[in-house]
């Protein structure tokens, strides 16, 4: 856990280039930058969708809760490059990105739109970003045991994750792997 993300992600970077443990021996980075306030859905998106294995894990145990995986609602935002696992991608470790999903169980796509909507303008990086009484924390809860799931693949698995071909932090990583 880092912090400082919303003065230029301090933490992540102060920690990414002083790592207590080698960025070598770090198996995989998960931003949990946020929680769904807004109750259960059958999917969980993921920013960057694509970029490393651990879509492959996360997949897999998303289907497990009987829900997908589905890509950045609004990728022209440039999320996965201004959060903390930014700094840890760009010195080769996988990371991944979710957020809350966005077709919500009970609720019409419309509504999950306008409710992200609402947040981003109303609470966003604002002093009223907090917890409110009338959140429906059930979504976040089904989302932990979800990355819990995904962490404890990682942790088990018979090789580290890694970038998938292509990938613009694939080097960084197959280099630090050498040495």
């Known amino acids: 856990m880092v912090t400082a993300e919303e003065k230029g992600l301090l933490g992540s970077e102060y920690y990414s280039l002083n790592p207590l443990y080698p960025l070598a021996k770090t198996a995989a980075v998960i931003n949990i930058d946020g929680v769904n306030q807004w109750g259960r859905t059958k999917d969980i998106s993921v920013i960057g969708l694509g970029a490393s294995d651990l879509d492959d894990y996360l997949r897999q145990a998303a289907q497990e809760q009987g829900r ?37 169980i009970g609720k019409s796509p419309e509504w999950g ?55 613009e932090f694939k080097a960084k990583r197959d280099a630090m792997m050498k040495k």
């Open 68 to 104: 997908t995986i589905t890509p950045d609602p609004e990728p022209e935002k440039g999320f996965y490059y201004r959060s903390d696992h930014f700094n840890f991608a760009k010195q080769g470790v996988p990371a991944l990105d979710p957020d809350s999903g966005v077709e919500y």
């Open 113 to 167: 739109r306008a409710k992200r909507e609402e947040y981003t303008a109303k609470d966003y990086h604002a002093p009223s970003d907090e917890v409110k009484p009338d959140w429906d924390l059930s979504g976040a809860a089904e989302d932990a045991q979800l990355l819990m799931a995904v962490g404890y693949r990682v942790a088990n698995a018979d090789r580290l994750p890694e970038w998938k071909p292509g990938n």
